[in-house]
């Protein structure tokens, strides 16, 4: 009996520390699995990080591609700009020496016979004989449909407008055209006239402040060949309508070519024209004293 105990209280023991450890290794089991889930979850975690990393890599290298372009863009423009003003100081820079040369010339011929400067006045052929006169409005061949001007009137410019006006011929003569002067120096008294018959300040100034005409710093031209043949531009001179305009439209191609070819050498030359009006150029350099002067002064 007591050796019958005795085993069923070894089984006891035994059975109790196979619980035990049975208890153990499910406890470490449950340990590693939850240890194990938890280092997945943690994976995820990084694997998702990583992702937006990724995103944010690709969004940043994107956008530094992106500066990269518009910096080469900028540069560009950058280059271009400078190309530019190179370009117009070596202009500047050949107008000056242009304008030095003219001035030379003006002194040699003063040397050679006295020119005649009247009131800051010249005769614009006693500075380039080489320019062809056609005074309108000493002949009835004009708006008003009569002579306002004396018939032997002489084309007339303060002397430095006809310098430069002698510089922009030359231009024109190298590709075988020379200007045709339509106007130039323009009386009070005239354009008094001219007011009452067009008051228009698009047009015509008003008397009472004077227009850079009655300065002889204005010019109304248009070109020729050598020849003499006059080259077809958008109208007519003193066409008070919109095709006399510079951004008139309407017109040939061939009148418009030659119209922007006349404006370009002549605002190359020191002169800037008026939007209404595409034969007239005024000087830009500076502004000149309201005159009255008579014609006969120089004849």
């Not at 520390?17 to 943690?42: D, H, Y």
């Not at 303060?158 to 310098?163: M, S």
């Not at 510089?167 to 002067?181: M, V």
């Not at 605002?267 to 800037?272: A, C, I």
Request: no cysteine; net charge negative; hydrophobic share 35%.
């Amino acid at each position: 009996m007591k050796k019958h105990t005795l085993a069923s209280r070894s089984l006891n023991i035994l059975i109790v520390v196979l619980l035990i450890l049975l208890f153990a290794v499910t406890a470490v089991l449950l340990k590693e699995n939850r240890e194990s889930s938890t280092a997945e979850s943690e994976l995820e975690l990084l694997h998702e990080s990583i992702g937006q990393l990724r995103e944010e890599v690709d969004v940043l290298t994107s956008e530094n591609e992106r500066l990269v372009t518009d910096n080469d863009q900028l540069q560009i423009r950058l280059d271009e700009m400078s190309e530019t003003l190179e370009e117009r100081d070596s202009e500047k820079l050949k107008m000056e020496e242009e304008n030095l040369r003219l001035i030379e010339e003006l002194h040699k011929s003063r040397e050679k016979s006295e020119l005649f400067v009247y009131q800051g006045l010249v005769r614009v052929l006693d500075i380039d004989g080489s320019l062809s006169i056609d005074l309108r409005y000493a002949t009835e061949d004009n708006f008003t449909g009569q002579r306002v001007y004396p018939a032997d009137a002489p084309a007339l410019l303060t002397l430095d407008t006809a310098l430069k006006l002698k510089r922009a011929n030359e231009r024109f003569e190298k590709d075988g055209y020379r200007i045709r002067i339509w106007d130039g120096y323009r009386p009070k008294s005239v354009q008094e006239i001219f007011w009452e018959l067009v008051p228009d300040p698009r047009y015509v100034a008003d008397p009472a402040k004077g227009s850079i005409h009655n300065r002889g710093a204005s010019v109304d031209i248009t070109l020729e060949d050598l020849q003499g043949n006059e080259l077809e531009m958008p109208t007519a001179y003193d066409d008070f309508s919109e095709k006399a305009s510079r951004n008139y439209q309407g017109s040939s191609a061939t009148a418009r070519e030659n119209m922007l070819y006349l404006t370009r050498i002549m605002e190359e030359s020191g002169f800037t024209g008026l939007s209404s009006e595409w034969w007239h150029f005024d000087d830009k350099s500076r502004t000149y004293p309201l005159l009255d002067v008579d014609f006969q002064v120089f004849n």
